[in-house]
């Protein structure tokens, strides 16, 4: 049952994984929450962000070092105890479900709205749950491979958003800081949490082989969401006038259509389709967790039932529910609030758990 | 077994999924869309749509109606047109002069902003004229009306005849406080004709027209380098045969700087122009020696192009608009002050001190002197 | 009675086990008889072994040595031996002269002596081409190797043929496919590992592999697998391919057959596994990647320029191939919006005419294309050019001006067969042949968005597929740079020094120090 050792992913596969848990669907909308809450400074409080979240990955980080090979499931076995280990999973696997799946909603939502708006959505999820299905079922290994690969297949993609950006009127973002400090501190409340993904920690490190460069692997990966995030963020500060982007719900959207070539109009449609892929590495990774860690529960080495059980419970839901727009904002919402107490406060409390054994260990031994 | 039902399933669910489709000859685009307000002030909207079927004579449907948006004519035209109408290549708007008279006009276009499928980098054109005889000319020596007309506004834009917005541009610049759009202005006599651009106010609403010579001297002010900038000068106090005008020049904008600063002093906005220009000598109908005299007309260029910007910048400040979108600048470097009259900025600008200064440069002449 | 009332319940758990006629190989009683030492009886019982068979021989003769005759018998089956050999090396040796048999022990001058004591062996040695001797008085038989059964010459290979590489392609005899390897690899970390498949085919089977750079671990995969094997015969490598597969669930082929000596020893040098198969001019290569599909052997001969352009082309092709067809579907039938106004125009046009939706459309022209490519393998070489033109050309123009097809779904359509056509490996031509189909009914039931699930579900699915413990994604993924001097473009040769990590090879670095750039730099 020891799958850490067979399923090692390589330092770059690492890297790969923090940076999909990170970048979602939200980054369609980011420029407008940035707006809404502070205006063309905005940029500074993605930079804030930024360096919050990379701290809860270090605290993260610590507590994992002391178990090197352990997953979640398998560390709170150690600290808790069989029983209480496994009823604490419990609201793990929801926490990671619930993300996972409000992640693979979301997508399904800009599929329908821009793409197939008569076709069911529940016909959707159980389309991508095919590709969901053959990786999550195979493991960490084949997850980092995929991961990896989509990485390079779409790196290309941010390089196509300098064509409009000539365009532009630099002249949107001065001056900077013209209302103060208040309005960014406000707006970091709203970016913290496009930079969320580092819960995913308790599932990737233990599998990485070259433990030593995980902090820098952390560091690298949190780095590369930000340069992303604040060059669409500030390219869209640029292109569009300051008060209009709060009317615009997906601003990086309109940003695209302004994108055109002789042979191929419309390539926001392209671009929207192939980003698929590199949502659907988010979705995947949450839904591992999840899974990986209800097989832990029932103590199955194989992935491939509860695989299966969770996309037929998402497109179950999907097909009797049918979620709007408005739902999808509102379980953010209480998404963001989870994460927050899920990935600032919870490592702390594992931390002191963590060394709290150790010194216990220790005064046992003396 | 189990794999069969999986299989079944699958085929089955698959089945169900071909309600998105629609074929590319069952879609009617409308390619043209004009709106303008007729002879009793009720909105009337004009499509015009390619047909593809070899059978027809006439490659274009046009429909007029009379409806209350724009959502409302596509019913409207679905009635006759051949196939779903359909607005996601949508090339240009077309609207009636007697329309941009009147407040809101622009909440009309709020359909293709909002829904995804519809683009959004179509062009608007104000036609100065029934729309409807635009909509319905046919003439025989061009493509197809909706083609001809892109590619007409596109290439005069790329002279700087005109200015062209697109409507997402449009959208942005009703947002902006700091600025008032411009659009490209056409007009039919015989012949579809450019006319030049027109200007409106912060409300949208149409304020002037200016032309050729006009909307290069705003791009210019605007400092947006693309396109092909020429002037033409007059030479002198010299006027001798008025047939064969000898002494007109003209000179071909290579390239630019344009600097601009921006202050506030004694309760206005100052803007300092200063603009270097190196041009190309293009036309010259009278006997000097450019390699010879090239300051005395150097010096001539400079004094015409100023008090042609003051001319311009003069008519600007009095229909109280900002085409220049030089509240940008108020805001990017006086934001205390800008923040006082952000929402009167026309009216700030008609008192604002506005100064240009050119210093023209004749890179080369050409092949002969 | 004992035995028999308990085959009953043995037949349900072991259905066979009752079953005699099935499970003959080796272990009949009857047999295995041992040889006798009287000639004639030897010959009695060879006679009601080999009944009737036209070809078999049995050529008694006396061998006379120092006044005493020997009778003596060779046996052998005439068109399996080499008659020259027997002749000049075994028969007239022994039936005269000083190589005549003496005390009853026979000396001919033919290389390849075995002896034989039963029935059996004689059996096998006789059907293999190899002839044996009775003498009288002697209780075994000698088995001589004096096999030459008909084969062809050496020639350019059909599927595989090469500008500027050997054209020597492989013959349908192990041993000769093997020297053909030596003449490459005269080295003696060069092993060969034995093995024999199937129980009636019994097909010999060598496993080739450099020993110092070949990863042990691999070759026990290997060898597990083939001994697994419980068949009939395995008459083809392909079916020796299909039984040692990962996953023969996979479109995507996981082992190269390759019928060029020159292929298989670079696949050799890298530390790969060649397996020969008697009596099939393609040998079996494994582990191997998703990229070594897209090498070819011209690759190395060509200047490096070019054989990159010519590489990144082939990946072009693969997506080409694969996704054109879907793509177009899916613009005309879903996402018009993309294509540039002036095309819409003119397809919309042609497309006007046409009664038949797009996948109708596309599937219609598909699989009359393929039915044309089948129907040319069949044809001799000049009616098959007949049938070229007058398919390809004629009737798509006919098709066209009828109104049956569009004439952009002509070009799309034969876009992809030029496509799938230059590919080096047949085996992933026909892979992409058929996955082109399940990705057109995607895009034509959801559009792009069908696309893209489709192109995912092969991405996951080629990310977790393995040749023989190898991961068959790399070197994409995991993602590998040195390797990436090989893939997409091919390097010059003096910057390669280490052998690609993907066959996990022992020694990493490739022998030799100086790999020099003709500049002397």
Not at chain 2, 242 to 258: C, G, L
Not at chain 3, 400 to 406: C, F, I, L, R, T
């Amino acid at each position: 049952m020891r799958t850490t050792a067979l399923n090692e992913i390589t330092l770059m596969q690492y890297i790969v994984l923090i940076h999909s848990s990170q970048v979602g669907t939200g980054i369609f909308s980011l420029p407008r929450k940035i707006a809404d809450s502070s205006g063309t400074d905005g940029w500074i409080s993605i930079l804030i962000a930024w360096a919050a979240n990379t701290l809860a990955g270090c605290v993260i980080l610590l507590v994992m070092r002391k178990y090197p090979d352990d997953t979640l499931p398998d560390l709170f076995r150690k600290l808790f105890g069989k029983a209480v280990g496994k009823l604490l999973l419990i609201p793990v696997i929801a926490y990671y479900s619930y993300y996972g799946f409000s992640v693979l909603v979301n997508s399904m939502l800009y599929i329908k709205a821009w793409f197939l708006p008569y076709t069911p959505g529940y016909l959707i999820v159980l389309l991508f749950a095919v590709p969901t299905f053959m990786i999550v079922r195979n493991g960490m290994r084949v997850l980092g491979r995929y991961v990896e690969i989509v990485f390079y297949m779409m790196a290309w993609m941010p390089l196509f958003l300098l064509i409009p950006l000539d365009q532009g009127h630099w002249i949107h973002l001065l001056p900077v800081l013209k209302e103060g400090w208040k309005p960014i501190v406000r707006g970091v409340h709203d970016t913290l949490f496009s930079f969320a993904g580092m819960e995913t920690l308790f599932f990737i490190y233990p599998f990485l082989r070259d433990k030593k460069r995980a902090f820098h692997g952390l560091f690298i990966a949190s780095s590369l969401t930000l340069v992303l995030y604040l060059f669409v963020t500030i390219s869209c500060f640029v292109l569009f006038a300051p008060d209009e982007i709060g009317m615009l719900n997906q601003p990086l959207m309109n940003l695209l259509k302004t994108i055109e070539f002789r042979f191929l109009e419309r390539f926001d449609m392209i671009f929207l389709a192939l980003y698929l892929f590199v949502v659907s590495r988010c979705w995947i990774l949450y839904s591992f967790s999840a899974i990986y860690s209800a097989s832990r529960l029932f103590d199955r080495p194989d992935h491939t039932k509860p695989a299966a059980v969770f996309l037929v419970i998402a497109a179950a839901i999907v097909f009797v529910h049918q979620p709007t727009w408005n739902e999808a904002d509102r379980s953010e919402t209480v998404l963001t609030i989870l994460n927050e107490w899920y990935m600032f406060a919870f490592p702390v409390v594992l931390y002191v758990a963590v060394k709290g054994k150790e010194l216990l260990g220790r005064l046992r031994s003396e | 077994m189990k794999r069969l039902l999986a299989v079944l399933l699958a085929i089955a669910l698959l089945v169900s999924g071909c309600m998105d489709r629609k074929d590319i000859e069952d879609i009617s685009l409308a390619l043209i869309i004009g709106i303008d307000l007729n002879d009793e002030d009720k909105l009337q909207i004009s499509t015009s749509s390619p047909v593809f079927s070899r059978e027809a004579k006439i490659k274009t449907e046009i429909n007029i109606v009379g409806a209350d948006s724009l959502r409302a004519a596509r019913d409207e035209n679905d009635r006759t047109f051949t196939a779903y109408t359909s607005g996601g290549k949508t090339q240009l708007f077309l609207i009636g002069k007697k329309l941009m008279r009147r407040e809101g006009w622009f909440k009309l276009l709020d359909p293709f902003l909002r829904e995804p499928k519809n683009t959004s980098s179509m062009c608007i054109v104000l036609v100065d004229g029934p729309v409807s005889e635009v909509m319905s000319f046919n003439p025989r020596d061009k493509p197809r009306l909706p083609i001809y007309l892109t590619r007409l506004v596109d290439t005069a834009s790329r002279r700087n005849l005109c200015i062209r917005t697109t409507l997402q541009e449009l959208h942005s610049i009703d947002y902006e406080k700091g600025k008032t759009a411009s659009l490209a202005e056409l007009r039919l006599a015989n012949k579809v004709i450019i006319k030049g651009s027109a200007l409106l106010n912060e409300k949208g609403i149409y304020k002037m027209s200016i032309g050729a010579d006009e909307t290069r001297l705003l791009r210019m002010l605007q400092t947006e380098k693309a396109g092909e900038i020429l002037f033409s000068f007059k030479h002198g106090n010299k006027s001798g045969d008025p047939a064969v005008p000898d002494n007109a020049y003209m000179i071909n904008i290579q390239k630019y700087t344009a600097k601009l600063k921006t202050g506030y002093s004694d309760g206005r906005f100052t803007f300092d122009y200063r603009f270097k220009i190196r041009a190309l000598l293009a036309e010259k109908l009278f006997s000097l020696d450019p390699l010879q005299e090239d300051k005395v007309l150097q010096a001539e260029m400079n004094r015409q192009l100023e008090e042609k910007f003051t001319r311009l910048i003069g008519k600007i400040q009095q229909a109280k608009i900002d085409p220049i979108g030089l509240g940008n600048y108020a805001r990017a470097y006086r934001y205390s002050e800008w923040k006082k009259v952000q929402n009167r900025w026309g009216e700030a600008l008609a008192d604002a001190d506005i100064r240009v200064r050119v210093d023209v440069t004749i890179a080369s002449m050409g092949a002969i002197r | 009675m004992f035995p028999f009332d308990w085959l009953p319940k043995i037949r349900k758990y072991v259905p066979s086990a009752g079953n005699r006629k099935e499970n003959r190989s080796g272990v009949d009683e009857s047999r295995a008889r041992p040889i006798v030492s009287s000639l004639s009886g030897n010959l009695e019982e060879a006679a009601r072994r080999f009944p009737d068979w036209p070809d078999f021989v049995v050529f008694r003769f006396a061998s006379v040595s120092e006044e005493r005759e020997t009778p003596a018998a060779l046996l052998y089956l005439e068109g399996l031996s080499d008659k020259k050999a027997i002749n000049d090396n075994v028969l007239r040796p022994m039936m005269t002269g000083e190589t005549a048999i003496r005390n009853g022990v026979p000396a001919p001058t033919v290389g390849g002596v075995r002896t034989a004591r039963t029935w059996t062996e004689v059996e096998h040695a006789v059907m293999s081409g190899e002839s044996a001797l009775f003498v009288d008085g002697r209780e075994q038989a000698w088995i001589y190797n004096t096999a030459g059964w008909p084969q062809r010459a050496i020639e350019d290979p059909q599927l595989e043929s090469s500008l500027k590489g050997a054209h020597q392609g492989f013959v349908e005899t192990g041993t000769q496919n093997l020297a053909l390897l030596r003449r490459y690899l005269p080295n003696m970390e060069l092993r060969i590992v034995s093995l024999t498949v199937g129980r009636r085919g019994r097909t010999s089977l060598m496993i080739v592999y450099l020993d110092d750079v070949a990863h042990p671990e691999v070759l026990k995969e290997l060898k597990k697998r083939i001994e697994k094997i419980d068949v009939d015969a395995v008459i083809n490598t392909g079916e020796l391919a299909e039984f040692i597969e990962d996953n023969p669930y996979s479109p995507f082929p996981q082992l190269i057959l390759t019928e060029r000596p020159d292929s298989a020893v670079s696949q050799l040098l890298q530390g790969r596994f060649v397996v020969i198969v008697d009596r099939s001019p393609s040998v079996l290569v494994a582990p191997v990647t998703f990229a070594s599909f897209f090498q070819s052997v011209d690759d190395y001969s060509s200047r490096w320029m070019i054989a990159s352009f010519i590489r990144l082309l082939r990946f072009a092709a693969f997506m080409i191939a694969l996704l054109l067809p879907a793509v177009y579907i899916s613009f005309i039938s879903y996402n018009y919006e993309v294509i540039p106004l002036q095309l819409f125009l003119s397809i919309a046009e042609s497309r006007e005419r046409v009664p038949f939706p797009p996948l109708l459309e596309a599937m219609l022209m598909e699989i009359t294309l393929e039915m044309m490519r089948e129907a040319g393998i069949r044809l001799p070489a000049a009616v098959g050019q007949t049938i070229g033109i007058v398919g390809g050309i004629i009737v798509g123009q006919a098709a066209v001006q009828a109104g049956v097809v569009s004439n952009i779904m002509v070009i799309v359509v034969a876009s992809t067969a030029i496509a799938s056509f230059i590919l080096p490996s047949y085996d992933m031509g026909t892979a992409v042949r058929l996955l082109r189909f399940p990705m057109m009914i995607m895009a034509s039931l959801f559009g792009i968005i069908g696309l893209v699930v489709g192109f995912m579900t092969i991405v996951a699915h080629l990310v977790a597929l393995e040749s023989l413990g190898t991961p068959y994604g790399s070197p994409l993924a995991p993602f590998r740079w040195s390797d990436m001097k090989d893939t997409f473009i091919r390097f010059p040769l003096w910057t390669m020094k280490n052998r690609p990590t993907s066959a996990r090879p022992v020694q990493e670095t490739r022998i030799g120090k100086d790999r020099p750039r003709g500049d002397g730099a």
